[in-house]
């Protein structure tokens, strides 16, 4: 007995279903499990995901694994990790479960089979005995000749009989579904409007390979049926192989969802999204320090933008914001420039102990904090974190900017602050400042203003020539941060034990002139 179909009517190809908006919205995410999770598939979850809890619907996670070859189970593993690290929860799927399931297209082989079996019955579908080899040669020919590569449907005739005997003495046979020579399919999608298909260019199409394997473009119609998915919203690539869906629908007697297909992620320079432009797959930007909040909040910025034009927007006023209809025709391109901003944007809107939380296992892994912080530690890390989170784009810059603490090396210094520290006003006022600092017990950032303007009036050195020399020594750097910022946590983190200690003010003022004495 085949599982009940959820609809059954008329189908009406020339617009969408109005009969959709009457149930609940299912939508899906069905990706095959072939690689790492792409930002253009992250945002066709995205924009599935919004479009259902917009709706107060439902989101499926269907994994499309019948290209046994290529999938691979670390990847249905990473896909799920990084939906989840996006914040994009589904309602049913191979993990969660549901009514609908099973979940994962390799499970599902035995419901295939019932359709097709039915389908050949009544003559909707044929066996198709054509080698491969002599497809392809048709195939390369007409390629050569200019024109579409059709199934010339040469098997299209064969008695059910003599395909049957065919069939039991172990030829090889794909499954075709018999479709019009000639005519146009149109239908609307949500996104790009009215769409017209020539069906004299389309063919019967394969819907059970020889191997028994059923083709993506049957499997999913079965699915997105009986999963009663009401709005299939999918990348544009898949335009083409809408018109061989519907007519699966139609040979099914089911009538189709509605179909939205976004535009492609593009680089700057109008090629798909790739390694080649920067971090392409989502993983890349969780590895690179990225906030979820913000690749969540400009993934809906591509090819979308909510009416007022804000751009910085948080996961609830993006449900409440987003419209599939306003989504535009035209590719959407990944700007990684404004990108850094919108995560600069999300950062500055943590608290200190969330940045804490985010920076440490990228200082962690730079060696600079213990495997578990004690509460002087974390409370000096906040502090620290939020001083430095002004100057990065992400958390995996910090380790960089970090380094001030950590890492003091002045016979390392560039060649152009060893000369600075050599001319004109600079032997004096570090000379004075080593004098000072070498007495007191206790420094501080009071300390530091106060000798400053000791050894402004006893030397005459103002300004930069006084300011710029202290500076360097100490932080063996000419630029970074400022000092009433550094000198205070430089003063307290000396007193916490971290695996790289952090060395004191007056420790790096004598190490400083022992370099410059060599
Ligand atoms: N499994 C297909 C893919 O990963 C998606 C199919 C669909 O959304 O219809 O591209």
Not at 113 to 139: H, I, N, W
Not at 278 to 301: H, P, R
Not at 338 to 361: C, D, G, M, V
Request: aromatic letters at 10%; glycine letters at 6%.
């Amino acid at each position: 007995m085949l599982p009940l179909p959820w609809i059954k009517s008329e189908i009406n190809y020339k617009i969408g279903k109005p009969e959709a908006d009457l149930m609940k919205i299912r939508v899906r995410f069905a990706p095959s499990p072939t690689g790492f999770l792409h930002v253009g598939n992250a945002r066709t979850a995205l924009f599935n995901w919004l479009f259902a809890r917009q709706a107060n619907g439902v989101f499926v996670l269907r994994i499309e694994d019948t290209d046994r070859e290529r999938s691979a189970d670390k990847y249905e593993k990473s896909l799920m990790d990084d939906l989840r690290w996006l914040g994009l929860d589904w309602d049913e799927g191979p993990d969660v479960g549901g009514h609908f399931g099973p979940y994962r297209q390799s499970q599902r082989l035995e419901i295939y089979k019932g359709y097709t079996q039915s389908l050949l019955d009544k003559g909707k579908a044929y066996y198709c005995f054509c080698p491969p080899e002599e497809l392809e040669k048709t195939r390369e020919e007409s390629i050569a000749l200019g024109k579409m590569a059709v199934y010339s449907g040469k098997c299209r005739s064969l008695s059910p009989e003599e395909s049957r005997r065919r069939v039991d003495s172990g030829e090889e046979a794909a499954i075709r579904l018999r479709t019009p020579d000639s005519g146009s399919l149109d239908y609307h999608d949500l996104v790009r409007g009215k769409l017209s298909f020539d069906l004299g260019l389309i063919g019967d199409p394969v819907i059970v390979r020889s191997n028994g394997l059923p083709a993506y473009n049957y499997a999913v119609v079965i699915d997105d049926l009986l999963m009663e998915i009401t709005h299939v919203i999918r990348g544009e690539d898949h335009i083409s192989n809408t018109p061989r869906q519907l007519l699966a629908y139609k040979a099914l007697d089911f009538s189709p969802p509605q179909f939205a297909h976004l535009s492609m992620v593009m680089g700057k320079d109008n090629t798909r999204l790739s390694k080649r432009h920067g971090a392409a797959a989502v993983e890349q930007f969780k590895k690179d320090g990225f906030l979820s909040s913000a690749l969540f909040n400009y993934l809906s910025l591509l090819g979308w933008a909510p009416p007022d034009g804000q751009e910085v927007l948080a996961k609830n006023e993006l449900v409440r914001l987003f419209d599939l209809e306003k989504v535009s025709r035209s590719s959407a391109i990944f700007d990684y420039d404004k990108f850094n901003w919108i995560n600069r944007q999300h950062i500055k809107k943590l608290t200190p102990s969330q940045k804490a939380e985010l920076a440490y296992p990228h200082l962690r892994r730079a060696g600079f904090l213990p495997e578990k912080t004690a509460e002087a530690q974390q409370e000096w890390l906040e502090r620290m974190v939020e001083v430095l989170s002004n100057r990065i784009d992400r958390f995996s810059d910090l380790p960089q900017e970090a380094r001030v603490f950590f890492v003091f090396t002045p016979q390392e210094m560039d060649e152009e602050a060893r000369k600075e520290l050599e001319a004109g006003c600079a032997p004096q006022v570090i000379g004075h400042f080593a004098e000072k600092i070498s007495q007191v017990k206790e420094f501080n950032y009071d300390r530091f203003a106060a000798f400053a303007q000791e050894i402004r009036e006893e030397t005459g050195c103002k300004g930069k020539d006084l300011y710029h020399p202290l500076r360097i020594v100490l932080t063996a750097k000419a630029s970074g941060l400022e000092l009433d910022k550094l000198i205070p946590l430089v003063e307290e983190g000396a007193r916490l034990d971290f695996p790289l200690p952090v060395k004191n003010c007056s420790q790096r003022v004598s190490e400083v002139l022992e370099v410059l004495k060599k």
